[in-house]
């Protein structure tokens, strides 16, 4: 990665850290979920920059990939545990962050103990360092304060265009034999819950991106995927943003069909703690530097 690109990374870092700060102020009781993500968004869109993936905002047992439906009308409860997941694109560079707000002002404890795991690990992280020993220092964090980290989610890999970019840092010890390197950029990314640590698919999906450019028979899935190439190319987009373009739930959910059968597409279906344990995230990207690495979006 050249001089060039690292800037890009950390300009977009700086815009990220200011959205994730000023969006702190939405997560209240009785906000639309809809409201919240759709205002974040737009403070990503008026930064100059794209949502690198549609904003999650994922509810107590739920640990990833929620996204509001389109008109969807749930708001937040009294007692949820709200993690916001939030990616920026700007120009190719691409960052990655997350927090979680504790509304019903019990489970601080928890929503500690993925802070300071993401805390730890950044203070593990420097040229030479393997991923696995990193994912030992979340692991103990967490098991310190009481709790399990999920051990089948990981921090990964960024690079220019590419969210996930095949290497990861689990969030339990492994032997991964990868070992940063100076200018790598990574999205860490503990979480810990009180199940037993492990999540699993549930059938509802709202987040898809592309995946190969094959071709779909059905007239209105042409139109929805050369929509999808020409607004968000190979980054993650929503069912709801589609349905702004095209506002029939039946046409657009059969065309995401085809797609998907299709292997155009791929979806991200939405990820529960397997036994419905509460789970708190923490997250951040960070470059690696000579002696350690920079958290591009604090």
């Not at 560079?93 to 690990?121: Q, R």
């Not at 373009?245 to 990820?271: C, D, N, T, W």
Request: aromatic share 6%; with cysteine; proline share 3%.
């Amino acid at each position: 990665m050249d001089d060039n690109e690292l800037e890009l990374f950390r300009q977009v870092g700086k815009i990220t850290s200011r959205i994730r700060e000023d969006s702190k102020s939405l997560i209240m009781v009785g906000e639309s979920l809809l409201d919240v993500a759709e205002t974040i968004e737009k403070m990503i869109v008026d930064e100059g920059c794209k949502p690198a993936f549609p904003v999650n905002i994922s509810i107590n047992d739920i640990a990833a990939h929620y996204t509001p439906e389109f008109e969807a009308t749930a708001s937040l409860g009294e007692t949820d545990l709200v993690k916001v997941d939030i990616g920026v694109e700007m120009h190719g560079a691409l960052s990655d962050t997350a927090y979680t707000v504790d509304l019903a002002g019990t489970n601080g404890k928890l929503v500690k103990a993925s802070e300071d795991a993401l805390e730890n690990a950044v203070k593990a992280i420097r040229p030479g360092t393997a991923v696995g020993e990193v994912g030992a220092v979340i692991e103990e964090t967490i098991k310190g304060y009481g709790f399990n980290p999920i051990s089948n989610l990981s921090g990964h890999m960024i690079k220019s265009n590419e969210l996930h970019a095949g290497v990861e840092i689990p969030n339990i010890k492994t032997d991964d034999p990868y070992r940063f390197q100076a200018r790598d950029i990574f999205a860490v990314e503990p979480f810990a819950t009180t199940g037993r640590g492990y999540v699993e698919d549930l059938e509802q999906v709202e987040i898809f991106s592309l995946y190969t450019m094959a071709n779909v028979r059905m007239r209105q899935s042409r139109k929805i995927a050369e929509h999808v190439i020409n607004n968000y190319g190979m980054l993650p987009f929503a069912e709801r943003w589609v349905r702004k373009s095209f506002q029939s739930k039946l046409l657009v959910s059969a065309a995401l069909k085809e797609m998907l059968q299709s292997h155009m597409i791929r979806g991200y279906p939405i990820l529960r703690e397997v036994s419905r344990g509460l789970v708190s995230q923490t997250e951040h990207t960070i470059l690696v530097t000579e002696d350690g690495c920079e958290v591009l979006t604090r």
